[in-house]
């Protein structure tokens, strides 16, 4: 039977252009995704952008561009980004496609005819900046600005006839939902934030706005837009053609398996989102996963601070599988990260020019040299060979995955990697000439450990896993995670072949 896994990255906001903070989310994504594809599953992965509310309009007024104009330049460099950081996207949504706004007016008229929206009025704080409304508790003035506690940007006072959405009304099901499902909003840290907020009360949710107009129409009433949210979380489900749910689309991939965004949003996500879900009776997400935020200094990377990091120039610099290798293992998951030029270095010239890339011209060039290049025959494992080759435990893998432990993940590489490098030393093979069966054995089990090393990077660094896999001959459609538990996957006696140097080491530079 087929099985299917759903993920998604947050829709990003085309204010500007893609930096090192969305970059990161999208790499997370793909690492997930191009995991599960090599274990089997048949993957929807989906990101976009999301064009609506009064920030993107803001922002093109700014520039002195019609709205949708500066939103298609802006949302074309975030699906460049895609194509440069290699992610295996399935679909990229812009929440100004006509498929997204029939998705959302459907959401829409299934809450209204489930009496979960009404006309009222809203007089309160708004924040441009998060799309976000606040309580006079959850603001504070600094130099006689006011301004949200939790994100620092600025609110301005709204007073205008607004639609509303009965929240309040979900407060004991999504708590009740929380309490059976122990592992719907991670990290644990963020899920106890998301419950006390809930238990300290939620109030109904204005979802339209009056006094502007780029937005999707609330049906049956033209003068008001849906709230850009409510708009930009249906994106999940309009990808997969709802409300046609006997769609195949949304039959083999909804519920999602995860939702992958960063924690700023999380209330959205966690509160909000399950909330209209169950209003409009549609099943909720599996899971919902608020990573932390990279730093530069100590505050999060955001166009409004002005501290940048462009991955594009990173890339250039150094290369797209340094970058991604970069933020998996540095940045650990669950946690805010800060990043560094130099700690990034480091990393390609410990981890994948010493480590990794190194293994694997030493293992072919002995091969070649010293037994015709050709993955050797009549191997006899001994108990150091099966000691390391035995390290591959599927299911623990496959369980660390599914609880999204990409630090366990890197950290098994990493060390395999180390024993490895290690055990071709200790076990000398250069020593080994006269006794083959011992030497053959030496280097099949080193060269069985590259592959299976190879398929565990492919997620991570997935060009230079496939051109280390250009050894045995094997192609990307090729790697099936299963096969890690096979000793003797390789064709004994087939040729192998010499490859480039995987990566270059970085000089250091003192600038
Ligand atoms: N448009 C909304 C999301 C709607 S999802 C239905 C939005 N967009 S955003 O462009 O502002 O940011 C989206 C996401 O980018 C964040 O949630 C986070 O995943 C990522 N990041 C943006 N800045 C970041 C950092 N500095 N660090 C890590 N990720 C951050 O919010």
Same mark, same amino acid.
């Given at each position: 039977?087929?099985?299917?896994?759903?993920?998604?990255?947050?829709?990003?906001?085309?204010?500007?252009?893609?930096?090192?903070?969305?970059?990161?989310?999208?790499?997370?994504?793909?690492?997930?995704?191009?995991?599960?594809?090599? %274990?089997?599953?048949?993957?929807?992965? !989906?990101?976009?952008?999301?064009?609506?509310?009064?920030?993107?309009?803001?922002?093109?007024?700014?520039?002195?561009?019609?709205?949708?104009?500066?939103?298609?330049?802006?949302?074309?460099?975030?699906?460049?980004?895609?194509?440069? !950081?290699?992610?295996?996207?399935?679909?990229?949504?812009?929440?100004?496609?006509?498929?997204?706004?029939?998705?959302?007016?459907?959401?829409?008229?299934?809450?209204?005819?489930?009496?979960?929206?009404?006309?009222?009025?809203?007089?309160?704080?708004?924040?441009?900046?998060?799309?976000?409304?606040?309580?006079?508790? +959850?603001? +504070? +003035?600094?130099?006689?600005?006011?301004?949200?506690?939790?994100?620092?940007?600025?609110?301005?006072?709204?007073?205008?006839?607004?639609?509303?959405?009965? !929240?309040?009304?979900?407060?004991?099901?999504?708590?009740?939902?929380?309490?059976?499902?122990?592992?719907?909003?991670?990290?644990?840290?963020?899920? *106890?934030?998301?419950?006390?907020?809930?238990?300290?009360?939620?109030?109904?949710?204005?979802?339209?706005?009056?006094?502007?107009?780029?937005?999707?129409?609330?049906?049956?009433?033209? +003068?008001?837009?849906?709230?850009?949210?409510?708009?930009?979380?249906?994106?999940?489900?309009?990808?997969?053609?709802?409300?046609?749910?006997?769609?195949?689309?949304?039959?083999?991939?909804?519920?999602?398996?995860?939702?992958?965004?960063?924690?700023?949003?999380?209330?959205?996500?966690?509160?909000?989102?399950?909330?209209?879900?169950?209003?409009?009776?549609?099943?909720?997400?599996?899971?919902?996963?608020?990573?932390?935020? @990279?730093?530069?200094?100590?505050?999060?990377?955001?166009?409004?601070?002005?501290?940048?990091?462009?991955?594009?120039?990173?890339?250039?610099?150094?290369?797209?599988?340094?970058?991604?290798?970069?933020?998996?293992?540095?940045?650990?998951?669950?946690?805010?990260?800060?990043?560094?030029?130099?700690?990034?270095?480091?990393?390609?010239?410990?981890?994948?020019?010493?480590?990794?890339?190194?293994?694997?011209?030493?293992?072919?060039?002995?091969?070649?040299?010293?037994?015709?290049?050709?993955?050797?025959?009549?191997?006899?494992?001994?108990?150091?060979?099966?000691?390391?080759?035995?390290?591959?435990?599927?299911?623990?893998?496959?369980?660390?995955?599914?609880?999204?432990?990409?630090?366990?993940?890197?950290?098994?590489?990493?060390?395999?990697?180390?024993?490895?490098?290690?055990?071709?030393? %200790?076990?000398?093979?250069?020593?080994?000439?006269?006794?083959?069966?011992?030497? *053959?054995?030496?280097?099949?089990?080193?060269?069985? @450990?590259?592959?299976? @090393?190879?398929?565990?990077?492919?997620?991570?660094?997935?060009?230079?896993?496939?051109?280390?896999?250009?050894?045995?001959?094997?192609?990307?459609?090729?790697?099936?995670?299963?096969?890690?538990?096979?000793?003797?996957?390789?064709?004994?006696?087939?040729? @192998?072949?010499?490859?480039?140097?995987?990566?270059?080491?970085?000089?250091?530079?003192?600038?």
């Amino acid at each position: 039977m087929d099985k299917y896994y759903y993920i998604t990255t947050p829709i990003y906001y085309p204010s500007a252009k893609p930096h090192m903070g969305h970059a990161y989310s999208s790499i997370i994504a793909d690492f997930f995704a191009r995991f599960k594809k090599i %274990d089997g599953f048949k993957v929807c992965f !989906l990101t976009g952008t999301d064009e609506h509310g009064l920030k993107i309009q803001r922002a093109a007024e700014k520039k002195g561009i019609e709205t949708l104009k500066f939103c298609n330049e802006i949302s074309q460099t975030f699906r460049d980004l895609s194509k440069t !950081l290699n992610l295996t996207n399935t679909d990229f949504i812009r929440t100004t496609e006509e498929r997204h706004k029939k998705s959302v007016q459907s959401l829409w008229k299934e809450l209204e005819k489930n009496d979960d929206i009404y006309l009222s009025k809203y007089s309160g704080w708004y924040s441009v900046s998060d799309e976000a409304f606040y309580t006079n508790d +959850e603001i +504070e +003035e600094i130099e006689g600005i006011k301004r949200a506690i939790i994100s620092k940007s600025s609110v301005e006072w709204m007073d205008e006839e607004s639609y509303f959405f009965r !929240l309040s009304k979900w407060e004991k099901p999504l708590l009740e939902y929380y309490e059976k499902n122990p592992d719907f909003i991670l990290p644990e840290s963020k899920k *106890n934030e998301v419950i006390s907020f809930v238990k300290s009360g939620l109030k109904d949710l204005s979802v339209s706005r009056k006094s502007f107009s780029w937005g999707i129409k609330v049906p049956g009433n033209n +003068e008001h837009v849906i709230y850009v949210w409510l708009d930009a979380l249906t994106n999940y489900i309009s990808a997969l053609n709802y409300p046609s749910i006997n769609d195949s689309l949304f039959q083999k991939f909804w519920p999602a398996s995860i939702h992958l965004i960063g924690k700023d949003i999380l209330r959205f996500h966690a509160v909000y989102w399950p909330a209209f879900l169950m209003a409009a009776k549609i099943p909720l997400p599996e899971k919902i996963y608020g990573h932390g935020w @990279i730093l530069s200094g100590e505050e999060k990377m955001s166009k409004s601070k002005g501290n940048i990091l462009d991955p594009i120039e990173i890339i250039e610099k150094y290369g797209l599988d340094a970058l991604r290798y970069y933020l998996i293992k540095e940045v650990s998951f669950g946690n805010d990260g800060n990043i560094s030029q130099e700690r990034l270095e480091v990393c390609i010239n410990s981890d994948l020019a010493n480590n990794f890339g190194n293994l694997c011209q030493r293992v072919t060039a002995f091969t070649i040299k010293n037994l015709q290049g050709k993955i050797p025959n009549k191997v006899k494992f001994e108990k150091n060979d099966l000691k390391i080759l035995d390290k591959f435990n599927l299911s623990l893998i496959r369980e660390k995955i599914n609880k999204q432990d990409i630090n366990y993940y890197i950290d098994f590489i990493v060390n395999s990697l180390f024993d490895t490098n290690k055990y071709f030393n %200790d076990e000398e093979p250069w020593n080994k000439k006269d006794d083959l069966i011992r030497l *053959n054995t030496i280097i099949y089990t080193t060269l069985e @450990i590259v592959r299976k @090393i190879s398929y565990m990077l492919y997620p991570i660094i997935p060009q230079s896993s496939l051109n280390a896999l250009k050894i045995f001959g094997i192609k990307e459609n090729e790697i099936d995670f299963s096969t890690l538990k096979n000793h003797k996957y390789l064709k004994e006696n087939t040729n @192998i072949t010499k490859i480039e140097i995987l990566f270059k080491k970085i000089e250091k530079t003192n600038d």
